[in-house]
């Protein structure tokens, strides 16, 4: 069976470099049936990855032991859902699920488009299928998970193996890796399609509006598994941190910010035909973000709690990095008279400006994570001194960048396109400034004295208003035109401009979860041994330890703490933390107990025993819940953004007066 | 013999470390400062990997809780570690360079973002959009600009 899937790989690594060679010389040369042929390549590159991968998993789920990559990530006893997990979770087979995806999303892109951009198809065929063939050059030469274990050249196997990583198995964990990895791949296409643009000097637009859904999905994915890799470090690492800095949390991070500047920047080319060298930049800067996010987990040039081993794969991606960057910049750089902006910016406050502004902060941010993430490197090169740098000092960088973030939510959509008038401003922004000061005047009244917290929760106040005022005028017009209801009017109003109001539903959930980040400085932690029938305090609670219980499975031990939560003498909750020592791995993982509310969570980890001691770290966590919410109302946002407007439209690009009409895009779709 | 077990259990009781003791901001602000020698990871002490209970961690913690107690500052503990570990146990705070160029590439943007501005202004100075009333009364432009504004709302 390995070989027969070691094989698949290395047909195709041919079958890509085939589809390069003939997408480019059938272009260059007009030769249709090469440029055909190319296309087949890919599908056919696909089935193969595709074999290759059922082959894998199926070791996987049947436990084939021979196979080292089987014996590195599984055991017996570990339930289906995390062998077939495995997948993902070492090194060669997460490179293998990247070809996997990039295949896919190759296939459908290329059948998707096969007849609209016949003349893109060729160079998206051919960069493309030179992603691939970077991957499948790891997969098929340097790191195969097609490799048995073998003593003397004798083909051998393992009673057992490992384990996954226990950490790993939990839910979350088993759908965040391909969650952010459909974002980190699906980049890959919107990036092929500008290039392709780019290089066969297509007048217009269309490579936006070909992967203006591909994008916004892409981005999707990205956002949704950010979000889950931070529910699973709150639910599993067992002290309730959801964002760390981690190396790895930041190397997902990195491309979400270059892409969501990109997802804004370009509705200025859309809409008026600015921007598009910087469009390029950051279309191209998302994608190679992806590698180098790919790198950094794989290579060990960063430590992490959660990186793979360190390993010889860097040398390769550094490569690729170098090559792909220069082609790139050199391409950009040649046809920049091809790029040049079709119309003038009228006014500094416009909605033009907003998104220049929210750029510029979107990329500092996107800086600012990169340099925090290497920064140990760089200084232990340059000083062989090794630094500490935890959660702390990138919250002391991030914090002030991401509250004047959240302030462009809030001010940005509000600016009219063009220009926006005096008497404009004082309409949208009057009556959420004045909340926004109230709110910060009875939080200051209240007792808060965390500055971020109070300047957090005002803006979030701000930006909420912005928002609802939008929606309420919006629909009043509607509902008394329509004489309908408001709620039918809201949702009236919504499937009109799905683009604009989705954007407005990410933007409110933004403004939930840094609600939620306002919660933190409150928290509370109370850190102790407790004896069975004793009580510890944590906050308003107090616990008392009922009973400490223990078991066994096939793949771990368990131990229990039995925990009754009293608040204001009443008993509210009976509450189980467990731990847990998964004994192929030797290791031990936290099963936390939560009491989840919109004010507060209550969260337990029952941290070790000693005799009838339990050791508990309780701590409260005020408005995480919030976060949550945030995400979810942002993907919710997303996928309304993602439906077809109710009016399709169809009109000429808007020129600005006095620039050159020959300029002109003539149609746009927003359907 | 019974008062000296009871002084001995008193001593110990005052010299037992609780977790909170051990969790406090005074021995996690010098813990930043002292690696992990467990061989597996290369956070500081203050980790919370294994529920906090790393077999070096756990133990560091409690040593450096003990030294402070002790009456000595920071930099006493942390060079007893590093007398006893070696100086690749120390991790220093960032310098000033971890600020500064983040913050300077922010100004260096902005800076660009003006002269970004200024070139997609075309000969415009950057002037705020309620200065010159000479456009706004223009009828002939003011009936252009109704129409662009018509046609862009719609396209948001």
New interface residues.
Partial sequence: MENVGALALLLAFCISLYAIVASVVGRLKRKPFLTLSGERAVLAVWFLVTTASGILVYSLMSGDYRMAYVASHTNRDMPPFYKFAAWWGGQEGSLLFWSFLLSTYGAVAIFTTRRSHRNLLPWVVAILSAIQLFFLTLNTFIVSPFQVLAVDRVVTSVADGMGLNPLLQYWAMVIHPPFLYLGYVGFAVPFAFAIASLIEKVPGDSWIHTTRRWTLVTWLFQSTGVALGSAWAYHVLGWGGYWMWDPVENASILPWFAGTAFLHSVMMQEKKGMMKVWNMVLVSTTFFLCIFGTFLTRSGIVSSVHAFAESPIGKYFVSFLALGIAAVIWLILDRLSYLKSEAELESVVSRESSFLFNNLILLASCFAVLWGTLFPVITEKLSNEKISLDAVWFNRLMVPIGLFLLFLTGVGPLFAWRRTSIDSLRKNFQLPGIGMLIVAACLLIGGMRYPYSIISLSLCFFVAATIVMEFFRGSRAISEKMKIGFVPAVIELTHRNTRRYGGYLVHMGIVLMFIGYSGHPFNQTSIGEVDKGSVMQVGAYTLKVMDLTEGDTPNYQWETAILDVSKNGQHIDTLEPTRRFYKAAQQATAIVALRSRLNEDLYINYAARTGNKATLQAYVFPLVDWIWIGVLVLIGGTLVALIPAKVARSYARTEVVGMAKKNATPVTNEA | MKRSLLFLVLVAAALAQ???EI?SDDVKRVG??I?CQCGA????I?C??????CHFCKPARTKVYKMQRAGMNDDQVIASFVREYGQ?I??????S???V??YL??AA??GI?YF??KR???T?G?????AGPAIDNDPV?EK??AQ??K??????
């Fill in positions: 609780t977790e909170s969790e930043t400062h690696a990871c290369s956070e500081n203050n919370n990997m294994s529920s906090g209970q690749a120390f991790r220093a705070d960032p310098n360079f971890f600020w160029v983040p590439s922010l943007g902005g973002l970004v501005i997609l202004r075309g415009k950057l002037t705020p959009a309620t432009l252009y600009r662009i504004e046609d862009t709302d719609r396209l948001d």
